[in-house]
């Protein structure tokens, strides 16, 4: 039996809660600009203290550079008229470069600009802005939902922002410096529930950010689904991603339920804490992971989950 993609995102499926972080983000696109700005300025201005500078690193910042000295040399009318270009995805130089800058650069560009406004350097929202209703509504949905997902709110808008943003084109991946990590992943996994070597492999390598390792363990045509993205279909693919994206990920599995399949194969579902390197021990967002296994025990499909509450985490058994 072959599995298709749409066959393997299935698995599990009755143990899935709906996230509210898509419904929030519709909110939030239905903002005018000017309003989606001051939104994430404030939502920001709650959540931003917990970032850790030392993830934005200066050689992060390298090429983000050019575009943070031309905003910086702006009038106040320059610096909101790109600042709304961006948020707008407008078609204009400023907002092709942020486009292809990778997912890193792009939030460690707004850190930047946004301890450019603390200091006065770059204002933060326009003189004699009012807070519209809107606004206040899409402030108080992010106030209900736990900090991983806050985050994940605020890392959406900013990856969405300046012309063509797609991760796929995204063009710097490879020369980016590594996330330091503050203190090393454990090496070894124990998930309650869980023997399969596969999965302890894949947890263990990407805590060492040995993706090279963790593609060793998909199927050429293995496919790996982000939280709310469109599933990323083959070893390249998968490497690209994992490099931009993946870097120093704190994994903290818990438990896991594996079930085998008339045909050998085997569906696994695993739940636990990820921390980010931008945020650290600050916030952890509970994820679950579902695999599709195939007979000789390699990854044919695997599913990342942002959990919509805590209590999903021992959600495991299908009903
Ligand atoms: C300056 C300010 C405030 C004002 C202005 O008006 C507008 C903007 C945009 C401003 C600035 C905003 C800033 C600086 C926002 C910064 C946000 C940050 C740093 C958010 C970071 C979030 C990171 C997240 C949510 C990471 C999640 C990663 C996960 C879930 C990884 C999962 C994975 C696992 C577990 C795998 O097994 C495979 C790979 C994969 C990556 C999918």
Do not use: C, H
């Not at 519209?132 to 985050?151: C, M, N, T």
């Not at 990856?159 to 943003?165: A, E, I, K």
């Not at 709310?228 to 599995?253: D, S």
Request: glycine share 6%; net charge negative; charged share 20%.
């Amino acid at each position: 039996m072959t599995f298709t993609i749409e066959s393997a995102q299935s698995i599990f499926s009755s143990t899935q809660v709906p996230s509210p972080i898509p419904a929030t983000l519709a909110l939030f696109e239905q903002l005018s600009v000017d309003d989606k700005l001051a939104l994430l300025w404030y939502a920001y201005t709650e959540m931003g203290r917990s970032i850790t500078p030392a993830a934005v690193g200066v050689a992060r910042l390298q090429f983000a550079e050019g575009l943070l000295n031309q905003i910086k040399q702006m009038s106040t009318d320059d610096q909101f008229q790109v600042m709304r270009e961006l948020a707008n995805r407008a078609d204009t130089p400023i907002s092709r470069s942020y486009g292809v800058f990778s997912v890193n650069t792009k939030l460690a560009f707004w850190y930047e600009l946004g301890e450019l406004m603390k200091q006065g350097i770059v204002a933060p929202v326009p003189a004699g802005y009012q807070m519209s209703r809107g606004v206040s509504i899409v402030l108080e949905a992010i106030k209900q939902l736990d900090p991983g997902q806050q985050i994940t709110v605020l890392r959406n808008a900013v990856v969405d922002m300046g012309f063509g943003s797609d991760v796929a084109k995204s063009v710097q991946t490879d020369a980016e410096p590594l996330f330091p990590r503050t203190s090393p992943a454990p090496a070894k996994i124990a998930v309650e529930g869980i023997t399969d070597s596969t999965i302890l492999s894949y947890l263990e390598a990407l805590n060492k950010d040995d993706f090279d390792a963790a593609i060793a363990l998909f199927t050429p045509d293995g496919a790996l689904q982000p939280p709310f993205q469109k599933p990323i279909v083959g070893y390249e693919a998968i490497k690209r991603y994992m490099r931009a994206e993946a870097q120093g990920l704190n994994i903290m599995p818990q438990q896991g339920i594996s079930e085998s399949l008339p045909n050998g194969s085997k569906q696994v579902k695993v739940t636990g804490i990820v921390q980010t390197p931008w945020f650290g021990v600050n916030v952890g967002m509970n994820i679950a992971w579902r695999f599709l296994l195939n007979p000789e025990g390699k990854i044919v499909f695997v599913a990342i989950d942002m959990l919509a509450s805590p209590q999903e985490l021992l959600n495991l058994r299908p009903v």
